[in-house]
């Protein structure tokens, strides 16, 4: 099969065309990181704690639900204290080959991360309609607040 000059001439346009920058976001610094692992385990387990105490005095599903979102606080901390780990770990390695190795898993911990926060936000939205004590639903909110502003700063960082 035989193809045109002009044919040729296309296709190598369309090979050696630069492509368009792509926007990379930077990797989160290791005080970046420290910042985010601090507040979400002052923010997010200290009001955990304050809710488990008040669930003590529920009863029935409102005391279901306080206790299920007491969980997914905690679990969305986990989540968010390992992407922390594994940031800091990334900014003070020194050998470019491992810190290409380890980027990919980087890239894939903050997907991870970020898409954990957004089942454990969404899970502890449709338990609020059961928490009807106002300081039960106080410190609920508070928690889902406090993993949404997460979620919105973790969508600053690429790997």
């Known amino acids: 099969m035989r193809f045109s000059t002009a044919a040729f001439m296309?296709?190598?346009?369309?090979?050696?065309?630069?492509?368009?920058?792509?926007?990379?976001?930077?990797?989160?610094?290791?005080a970046q990181a420290r910042k985010l692992s601090e507040s979400v385990f002052?923010?997010?387990?200290?009001?955990?704690q304050n809710l488990h105490g008040i669930a003590e005095s529920l009863n029935g599903h409102?005391?279901?639900?306080?206790?299920?979102?007491?969980?997914?606080?905690t679990v969305a901390n986990d989540n968010v204290q390992w992407f922390a780990?594994?940031?800091?770990?990334?900014?003070?390695?020194?050998?470019?080959?491992?810190?290409?190795?380890?980027q990919m898993w980087a890239a894939r911990q903050l997907d991870s991360t970020k898409k954990a926060l957004e089942i454990h936000i969404n899970h502890i939205n449709s338990l609020l309609v059961v928490v009807r004590t106002p300081a039960a639903l106080s410190e609920a909110q508070k928690i889902r607040d406090s993993l949404q502003q997460v979620r919105r700063e973790l969508e600053h960082y690429g790997y």
């Not at 296309?10 to 610094?29: D, K």
């Not at 409102?62 to 606080?73: L, Y």
């Open 10 to 30: 296309m296709v190598l346009a369309v090979c050696v065309t630069p492509l368009p920058a792509i926007a990379v976001q930077p990797a989160m610094s290791e």
């Open 42 to 48: 002052t923010e997010v387990l200290a009001r955990a």
């Open 62 to 73: 409102e005391a279901q639900a306080v206790g299920e979102i007491c969980v997914s606080a």
């Open 85 to 102: 780990s594994l940031a800091t770990i990334y900014q003070r390695m020194e050998s470019q080959n491992d810190k290409s190795e380890v």
